[in-house]
């Protein structure tokens, strides 16, 4: 069987994630979890370091997967890790859509790595990373939600970060604001 490469950002690692590497790990000879340094797109939590060293914590019990992180396309480090497969995890049509559109820019950047997608299993279906940091920040219950290490690790950083658990942030919102005149 060829080796397969699951990338994403991880951050953190929630049980969803951790349900797809298993299910994936025995589909495969070789898992590689790739974790993406630094995406121009999202404002991470947890440093790369943190991030691989709490999922390489969870995915422990797989003896065939290894935990690395990288960066720029995941195709090309897909190639130089030998990998001929991608997994991805998919939840909703939104995800849907997204995944499909990303695979075929893969497909053309690297038409001979495949893709295959697991649809999350519906315990999970409603899990994201943001939504566990949100809940975590907030002071709610995220036991059902990830491991141990990683709820010890998000408390840990909100303290780092000022904002304890519990502690809600205010949102301002346009209409909160008052107008000139309107007082």
Do not use: C, W
């Not at 995915?59 to 190639?79: C, D, I, K, W």
């Not at 893969?106 to 994201?128: F, G, K, W």
């Not at 141990?148 to 346009?174: D, I, S, T």
């Amino acid at each position: 069987m060829p080796t397969a490469m699951y990338p994403g950002t991880f951050d953190p690692v929630h049980y969803g994630h951790i349900d797809i590497a298993t299910r994936a790990s025995h589909m495969f000879d070789r898992l590689i979890i790739a974790i993406y340094d630094s995406p121009a797109n999202k404002r991470v939590l947890f440093p790369i370091q943190e991030r691989v060293a709490l999922m390489r914590e969870a995915v422990q019990h797989l003896p065939n997967v290894e935990v690395m992180s990288y960066n720029g396309l995941t195709v090309h480090f897909a190639r130089q890790m030998g990998a001929r497969v991608i997994v991805r995890g998919l939840r909703t049509l939104a995800d849907f859509e997204f995944e499909f559109q990303v695979a075929m820019t893969n497909q053309r950047l690297a038409p001979e790595i495949d893709m295959v997608t697991l649809i999350t299993r519906s315990e999970y279906a409603y899990l994201s990373a943001s939504i566990l940091k949100e809940v975590a920040g907030l002071g709610g219950d995220v036991t059902e939600m990830t491991p141990q290490h990683v709820q010890e690790a998000l408390r840990r950083r909100f303290r780092e970060l000022g904002g304890a658990p519990g502690r809600q942030v205010p949102k301002a919102r346009l209409r909160d604001q008052r107008r000139p005149g309107s007082e």
